[in-house]
């Protein structure tokens, strides 16, 4: 039984204590849950990112824990403005922070946690270098009762979850942002769940363990999917059309243009030059950009 019905995209007010969240419902009973854009900090405790939670009468499943276990407690008190039913599962689609750090407060509330054997890697990997910059820039206060906690069970390729009647699908393409990228889809609702495959509204960053490469494969294999709706991992519920605009034809583009520089003998000093300027209008351009260029000639180099 659901304590809030809402139209299609409706978007909710949200309480105080949990910080600067927002709710869209994207389907009947499946939400998006927007962070902010900008930095991870004390106020948004590391939810600098955008959710999920599919709710079924059997349960609930969340997509991606939060940034902090103080982050999932946030999340928690938003869906318990939506829904009565318990998080049941929750499934972290990368190793960023954001997408499985909250991983122990679920735990202790009795949920089972899945992701890709890859993104576990990933995390086991990155955790202590993660926990040390959202240190310092959450402080110890914000970031108390954070540990990393990991999937009880992992998938290679894909995994499917039933619950309430609602098939639930979850395919990890290959490596993009990180390299457990997964995205999930919702056949029966056409909604797809994309992690940090895909940016809307702001540049995306191509980090020194992303692949370009991997990045395009993995957009197209979710994208082959034509889903109606798009949560993103970062930024508002969208449309296919403008996850390719953000995503897809910012990554193209760039790794295009690098090609031609690099064939041209171009070296990485003035590969921050390349143009990119049709998407200035994406948030963090200017301090993203050069860096995305660099990250990605270092990476063709290779290809």
């Known amino acids: 039984m659901f304590r809030i019905a809402l139209a299609v995209l409706a978007i909710l007010p949200v ?16 939400y998006a849950i927007e962070g902010p854009f900008g930095q991870r900090d004390a106020e948004n405790l590391g939810n600098n990112a955008t959710f999920g939670l599919i709710v079924t009468d059997e349960g609930a499943v969340l997509v991606d824990a939060g940034g902090s276990y ?14 009565d039913q318990p998080v049941k599962y929750v499934i972290d689609t990368g ?9 122990g407060y679920w735990k202790e509330h009795g949920a089972e946690i899945i992701t890709s054997e890859d993104a576990l890697a990933d995390q086991k990997a990155r955790a202590s270098m993660e926990l040390t910059m959202l240190d310092a820039l ?9 540990e990393p906690v990991y999937a009880g069970t992992t998938f290679d390729e894909s995994y499917t979850l039933t619950l309430g009647g609602r098939e639930i699908q979850i395919t990890h393409p290959g490596p993009a942002h990180t390299p457990g990228d997964s995205f999930v ?15 809307v509204g702001r540049i995306l ?57 690099i064939d041209g003998g171009g070296d990485i000093i003035g590969s921050v030059d390349v143009d990119q300027s049709q998407f200035e209008y994406l948030q963090d351009f200017d ?8 990250a990605v000639f270092s990476q063709m180099e290779w290809e």
Do not use: C
């Not at 993995?218 to 953000?246: K, N, Q, S």
């Open 15 to 30: 309480p105080l204590f949990a910080g600067t969240l927002t709710t869209v419902e994207v389907a009947p009973n499946t």
């Open 185 to 199: 889809w919702l056949p029966e609702d056409k909604v797809m769940f994309t992690g940090d495959i895909v940016f």
């Open 95 to 103: 190793g960023q922070d954001h997408r499985w750090l909250g991983n």
């Open 287 to 294: 301090t993203l950009a050069k860096r995305n260029a660099q």
């Open 138 to 146: 959450l402080g110890q206060e914000a970031l108390a009762g954070t």
């Open 205 to 261: 960053g191509v980090l020194d363990m992303s692949s370009s490469k991997g990045w395009v494969e993995a957009f197209e294999a979710m994208a082959a999917h034509e889903p109606a709706h798009v949560v993103p991992g970062h930024g508002p519920a969208t449309d296919l059309a403008t996850a390719t605009r953000d995503t897809y034809d910012y990554l193209t583009n760039l790794r295009t243009q690098m090609t031609d520089y």
């Open 70 to 83: 103080k982050g999932a407690a946030a999340l928690d008190a938003v869906i318990g403005t939506l829904t």
